[in-house]
């Protein structure tokens, strides 16, 4: 049966904003308070998903969320109409308006960890939503993303979900970011690679000093329990404490992989000779031949790395068996990144070819093409059981530009945020957009 790595992209949201709320990610803290511009921010991810599609890759999309999160802000004490809500939160802490208005659910690599069928023990596709619990402003998403995902993986014959784990620190999970997953082919079993940044429980694990390690050892171990992952299918290996610290927040700023690929920074990991000869091992019991291109740090730096973000690439299979690898033009705009990726090209090895977009708008926050999308990988038969609503077209993507066009300002500060008619124009577009993308009642405001 054929089988396909499907990319769902995130759909940018109208608040889309600079709050400098990430602490430990570069961009977003450099680029606080700038104005942003939602409209630009979500026709580039859009031009990304057509690029993608127009190529003859299967495309989704997953919807954004309702922002600013008035729920959040009640139960942290705000009361009132909606509008007043908004009003005494930003007269009294802008800071938890700021990030209850934050457009962050884009970066959907962070929304959940995906299981593909071949690799689960009840040969369903699993899902579970990350509870993105070292942020406040991330850990608001997962209620919202569980439905949304339930609405567009209905089918319970073939999709199960999983809650978030517990919102403590000691379980904080990111979701696909630390997760990576080697095959042979889509459809056949792999080994998932989790990546954790330190442990809860066991002191003998190093951790990052200066930067919060958002994802732990337990939480990787509880969604690989969730997802009935076998021994024989599952590696988990520690980031490198030192490079989180330089603002490698999450493992696909580093790394990525794809199908028996893993292409990586020479200090991305620890113990990376065992790990790699453990993947090897792996992989190989299940018919895979596990090959790595490590990026010596005397060719790009971690500092290169980390601006031009050019580990938080896609790295896609084509047709003929070669790689393609899509990365933000960040990476143009670095000399030693752009040679690196010249030779590498040239060198004749399973990369061919690298295309560059232009993803500014989400990059200023840190999230390049790899965190705007989360990537499923399906049998043909779990593919046609998907909502065919999600599924991108022509005419989907002509109606979510006009859509945008329609619903979106070019300009957003601080100030706007304040703005009770924001959460208004939000609602707005989010009722359209449930009915453009058939997604149901998903959104607090529509099943409240
Ligand atoms: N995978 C990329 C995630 C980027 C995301 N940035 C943010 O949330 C920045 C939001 C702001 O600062 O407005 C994060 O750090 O989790």
Redesign the pocket.
């Known amino acids: 049966m054929k089988s396909f790595e499907v990319n769902f992209d995130g759909l940018v949201g109208p608040t889309h ?6 602490f ?2 570069v ?3 450099s ?2 308070q700038q104005a942003s511009n939602p409209k630009e921010a979500a026709l580039q991810g859009l031009e990304k998903m057509k690029a993608l599609m127009d190529m003859g890759f299967v495309q989704g999309v997953l919807a954004p969320q309702e922002r600013p999160d008035v729920s959040a802000l009640r139960r942290l004490g705000f009361s009132g109409s909606d509008a007043h809500v908004i009003q005494q939160a930003a007269k009294e802490a802008m800071p938890l308006l ?1 990030a209850s208005c ?1 457009a ?1 659910s884009m ?1 959907v ?2 929304a959940a960890t995906v299981s593909p069928s071949a690799d689960t023990q009840d040969g369903r596709v699993h899902f579970t939503a990350a509870n ?1 619990n070292c ?1 406040f ?2 850990s608001i998403e997962h209620p919202t993303t569980s439905r949304v995902l339930s609405a567009m993986f209905a089918d319970q014959q073939h999709f199960a979900h999983h809650g978030a784990l517990p919102a403590v620190a000691q379980f904080g999970d ?1 979701g696909a ?1 630390n997760h990576t997953r080697f095959c042979r082919d889509y459809g056949e079993a792999g080994v998932e690679f989790f990546v954790f940044g330190r442990s809860a429980f066991d002191s003998r694990y190093p951790a990052p000093q200066k930067y919060p390690a ?1 994802q732990t050892l337990e939480a990787s171990q509880a969604v690989a329990r969730l997802h009935g992952l076998s021994e024989a299918g599952v590696v988990f290996a520690q980031q490198n404490p030192a490079v989180i610290d330089q603002g490698v ?2 493992n ?2 580093i790394a990525v992989g794809n199908g028996e690929l893993l292409f990586h920074h020479q200090d991305a990991f620890l113990n990376t000779d065992q790990m790699l000869a453990e993947l090897q091992a792996k992989l190989s019991a299940r018919g895979g031949n596990f090959q790595s291109i490590c990026v010596p740090r005397d060719q790009v730096a971690v500092e290169d790395a980390v601006r031009s973000y050019l580990f ?1 690439s896609q790295l896609l299979s084509r047709a003929d068996g070669s790689m393609l690898l899509i990365v933000p033009e960040e990476c143009r705009a670095n000399p030693r990144v752009w040679q690196y990726l010249q030779g590498l090209t040239a060198a004749g090895g399973p990369i061919r070819e690298i295309k560059v977009f232009d993803l500014k708008q989400s990059m200023q ?4 093409p ?2 705007l999308r989360l990537r499923v990988a399906l049998k043909e038969t779990e593919l046609a059981a998907v909502n065919p609503g999600v599924i991108m077209t022509p005419a989907l993507y002509d109606a979510l530009t006009q859509w945008v066009n329609t619903h979106y300002r070019d300009a957003l500060r601080e100030s706007d945020l304040a703005d009770p008619q924001l959460l208004l124009e939000c609602r707005t577009a989010l009722d359209e957009l449930t009915q453009i993308l058939k997604l149901g009642a998903v959104y607090p405001f529509q099943i409240n």
């Open positions: 904003n600079y709050g400098g709320l990430s430990g990610n961009a977003s803290q680029n606080s700021v934050s962050s970066w690599a962070n993105l942020k402003h991330r990111e970011a958002r927040f999450h696909d700023v938080n926050n840190g999230g390049g790899a965190c």
